[in-house]
């Protein structure tokens, strides 16, 4: 087992030693809801001549074979049993979700025994049986039994979610907000999530696929709930700062994060290969040197050498004007990974973050992205996390024309990207990608650290290209005096584009460009470029040190400005199956030296693109602006009029 310094591990002997007691809840014991209101129906009867109980019990390893429930109160196996009507015998999906409440339930009082020998609540429950408490630890033991509850029951229902995903089908079902979500203790905890899945297995339950589908739903609600209870709890710490792995089930329970399977998601995409990409020549050769730079990530280590020497992507920003070729972009890049993923036999992860995330209830929204930003950081896959018209997902801080998710979206965002707790482990990447980068706030834009220019064709050759692409084969129209392609050639062609920033392209820019060459003359010292990255603040105060820091990250991005060889993606064991060591000596090997041509290109680049952004931004405002004060004029016209009239 690859265990770290914070991961502890739950011990087999230690969960099972808890089956019985689970078994034992599962099968009976008295609840009367404090929260939620009323209860699903008892189990129907059999039909005519036939027992309430199993002829056949489960023969599932572990399961207990006789039934000690009583007739009163939740009797949650007796409910799985008659959720498919009057099939006298348990079914294969019936036995597995008996099976994995019970080990849920087992690993939750598992990890709750941890929790308390961690904190000394242990102690506390002793000397609270014994009647010698002290006054002044009343409280302490209080506040300590109700962190444990919310620790034991969201990994009961962490641990649960995650045994039944593979066992999902394609049935959602919407089984509303979880209510019986008590603190009082760890038990009480258990008793009143259990109940509350009875209920709702009663009530939408009524055959298999029925049955796992309310299970799964339930135990997310109840993650969702107790995860905003726990933000208010201050003796959560050692329950956050600690993972703790199952090694058998492959599972890792890491404070109040759903937990996820190491496998990839099935793609369900239409791929592009790089050479159906025409133009934005550097955003492709960015994305194909970035896919191929997921690849080295070490997953013993967790870490991928690229993002301890530097020069790792972790979040870029993909603008352009619509049609210019954004989505062709993501297909390519996601094609590339996960074919490179099929190579090496890694688990591949994909997900797109979109419009229909945003919830109109309160905090859902935020939720979905955290649940996005958590798939896709797994540190056991390599994960690709795409954000799509960003602009419309994320509201602008202080705009009163944004949904309160979408400010709880932007929230998220910005402390998963450039937050106190981030980790760039280099196992994954995240792309913004908008027609109106402008409307994106200030803050969330400058996350990005590298910008992608999605321009798409711009020369001639690019146009014949795209025309020849697009057409097919299946005509007879002769090319002419073109050669196919040639103007696609990545290298060649990426030297051109870079070439093109060694002066500004934006206006505003450029004059601040050529003030300070005639004051300073060439910029061929760091000082010198101090002074003009100084100027460019002066012209634009939102040009802060985070765009520095961006800068000389998209620097070290040029000193890896290599390819890694495509034998070593097609045969594993010449690099991607190497020790962590290895890949970063060889990584090292071919590292570009820094020079001021880089700098300059980098410098230029990135505040090219904020003065792209601020420029409509203003102008996007002053037409508003201009829209008020003709509807004002008119108005008064009106009114004027009216007036007059009476």
């Not at 002997?13 to 404090?34: N, S, W």
């Not at 602008?396 to 979408?406: E, H, I, L, T, V």
């Not at 040009?543 to 890896?560: E, L, Q, S």
Request: proline content about 3%.
């Amino acid at each position: 087992m690859t265990q770290t310094a914070d991961t502890m591990e739950l011990r087999e002997a230690d969960i099972r030693k808890h089956y019985a007691a689970a078994v034992a809840m599962l099968e009976g014991f008295d609840h009367a809801p404090r929260i939620a209101k009323g209860g699903a129906a008892p189990a129907p009867e059999r039909s005519p001549g036939i027992a309430t109980t199993r002829r056949f019990r489960s023969t599932t390893p572990g399961l207990v074979t006789r039934s000690t429930a009583r007739p009163e109160g939740v009797q949650l196996l007796n409910r799985i049993e008659h959720a498919d009507g009057d099939d006298p015998l348990i079914s294969p999906q019936q036995a597995t979700v008996m099976a994995i409440l019970r080990r849920a339930v087992a690993i939750a009082q598992a990890l709750g025994e941890q929790f308390s020998d961690a904190t000394g609540l242990s102690d506390l429950k002793r000397a609270n049986l014994q009647g010698s408490l002290p006054a002044n630890r009343k409280t302490d033991f209080s506040e300590l039994l109700e962190a444990e509850a919310l620790a034991v029951g969201y990994s009961f229902a962490n641990a649960a979610a995650f045994l039944l995903a593979p066992h999902m089908s394609e049935l959602t079902v919407e089984v509303g907000e979880a209510e019986e979500v008590l603190t009082d203790n760890a038990q009480l905890m258990l008793h009143g999530l259990l109940w509350e899945i009875d209920k709702k297995i009663g009530d939408l339950a009524h055959d298999d696929a029925h049955l796992v589908a309310v299970v799964e739903a339930q135990a997310e609600q109840v993650m969702a709930r107790i995860a905003l209870r726990a933000a208010n709890n201050g003796r959560l710490t050692a329950f956050n700062a600690t993972s703790y792995r199952v090694e058998a089930d492959d599972l890792t329970l890491r404070g109040f994060t759903p937990a996820s399977r190491a496998k990839g998601t099935a793609l369900v995409m239409q791929f592009k290969k790089p050479e159906q990409v025409v133009g934005n020549h550097i955003a492709k050769y960015q994305a194909m040197r970035l896919s191929k730079m997921l690849m080295a990530y070490d997953f013993d280590r967790k870490l991928n050498p690229f993002a301890e020497l530097g020069g790792f992507i972790f979040t870029f920003m993909g603008d352009g004007k619509p049609g210019t070729g954004k989505t062709t972009l993501i297909q390519m890049m996601a094609g590339l990974i996960h074919d490179y993923c099929q190579v090496a036999g890694y688990g591949f992860r994909y997900q797109n973050f979109g419009i229909d995330n945003i919830d109109s209830y309160q905090g859902k929204s935020g939720q979905n992205a955290k649940a996005f930003v958590q798939n896709v950081l797994d540190p056991g896959v390599i994960g690709f996390g795409t954000i799509d018209d960003i602009d419309q997902i994320a509201g602008k801080r202080g705009d009163r024309q944004s949904s309160a998710g979408q400010q709880e979206v932007t929230a998220v965002f910005m402390e998963a990207f450039a937050g106190a707790n981030t980790v760039v482990r280099g196992n994954c990447t995240f792309g913004m990608f908008s027609n109106y980068p402008e409307n994106v706030d200030d803050a969330l834009r400058q996350r990005a650290g590298a910008r992608f220019l999605v321009d798409g064709p711009q020369s001639r050759e690019d146009y014949i290209d795209i025309l020849a692409l697009l057409l097919g084969k299946k005509h007879d129209i002769p090319l002419g005096d073109h050669e196919l392609y040639a103007a696609q050639q990545i290298q060649r062609a990426v030297a051109r584009s870079f070439e093109a920033h060694n002066k500004p392209q934006e206006q505003g820019l450029l004059e601040v460009f050529d003030r300070m060459h005639s004051q300073i003359g060439a910029l061929d010292t760091i000082a010198k470029l101090g002074a003009y990255l100084k100027a460019i603040q002066e012209a634009d105060e939102r040009f802060t040190g985070r765009a520095i820091k961006n800068i000389t990250d998209a620097v070290k991005v040029r000193a890896m400005d290599f390819e890694l060889p495509d034998a070593w993606m097609e045969q594993p064991e010449l690099f991607l199956f190497k020790d962590y060591d290895t890949k970063k000596a060889m990584i090292e090997e071919l590292r570009r030296p820094i020079t001021i041509e880089m700098v300059i290109q980098e410098i230029n680049r990135y505040a090219d693109s904020e003065f792209r952004y601020a420029d409509k931004s203003d102008e996007v405002a002053i037409d508003a602006m201009v829209r008020d004060f003709g509807r004002q004029e008119e108005a008064k016209k009106r009114y004027l009029a009216q007036r007059g009239a009476s």
